[in-house]
């Protein structure tokens, strides 16, 4: 039992690993999709969409690019965070959500 128990646990300790870091992902997409709408949000209140982006964000993740403006009748904000790692070694690139709100009168 002890030998199958070491040949399965790297394995299986893989397997939880990226588990884990595919929570991490859809953490940082959901997170992205939240700092994307308080950017243009705050545009849209003629407040600093550049400031809102990082203030929206959980203390783990950082904001690589806030990008947008005027865009019909309100504002377009995209903004891009690096995805966290789980595993240094490994890269999973960076997510950007892009979203839109009506400008306030």
Do not use: C, H
Not at 5 to 24: D, H, K, N, R
Not at 34 to 46: C, I, Y
Not at 65 to 83: C, E, I
């Amino acid at each position: 039992a002890a030998l199958e128990f070491i040949a399965t646990f790297p394995i299986l300790l893989f397997a939880g690993l990226v588990a884990l870091q595919m929570g991490l992902i859809g953490w940082a997409t959901v997170s992205t999709n939240d700092a994307a709408r308080a950017a243009a949000r705050a545009a849209a209140l003629g407040n600093d969409p550049q400031a809102a982006a990082p203030g929206a964000l959980p203390g783990g993740l950082r904001v690589e690019q806030v990008t947008g403006g005027p865009s019909g009748q309100g504002y377009t904000y995209t903004v891009t965070v690096q995805t966290p790692r789980l595993i240094p070694m490994f890269d999973f690139g960076t997510v950007s959500r892009t979203a839109d709100m009506p400008a306030y009168k």
